[in-house]
């Protein structure tokens, strides 16, 4: 089992930055991705960016330029460092890990909100 606990989130104006940090506890040693989701009000959840355990990235399209993904396997954390954040960036930031062998496991979600 893996436990995730989330922080970083709330409100930033547009064109501003923000840094979401992920960190896992339990089961550690069995993660393979680690990344984040999220989900907007009245929207499907979308995969914003992933890292695997040999460092490689994915970004969705909609964030590629302003969004960075990075992990300290040391700590078992994961952060995304959001830039040049717009309004439609608004929305519930959900960490998940993937495990070698299928299981994922997701954190509780925070809110990021970019406004005026």
């Known amino acids: 089992q893996v436990q995730l606990v989330e922080s970083g989130g709330g409100l930033v104006q547009p064109g501003g930055s923000q840094r979401l940090s992920c960190v896992a506890f339990?089961?550690?040693?069995?993660?393979?991705?680690m990344g984040w989701y999220r989900q907007a009000p009245g929207k499907q959840r979308e995969l914003v960016a992933f890292?695997?355990?040999?460092?490689?990235?994915n970004f969705a399209d909609v964030v590629k330029g302003r969004f960075t993904i990075s992990r300290d396997n040391a700590k078992n954390t994961v952060y995304l460092q959001m830039n040049s954040l717009k309004p439609e960036d608004t929305a519930v930031y959900y960490c998940?890990?993937?495990?070698?062998?299928?299981?994922?496991?997701w954190g509780q979600g925070t809110q990021v909100t970019v406004s005026s």
């Open positions: 998940y890990v993937s495990e070698y062998f299928g299981n994922r496991y």
């Open positions: 339990g089961t550690t040693f069995s993660i393979n991705a």
């Open positions: 890292i695997n355990s040999a460092g490689s990235t």
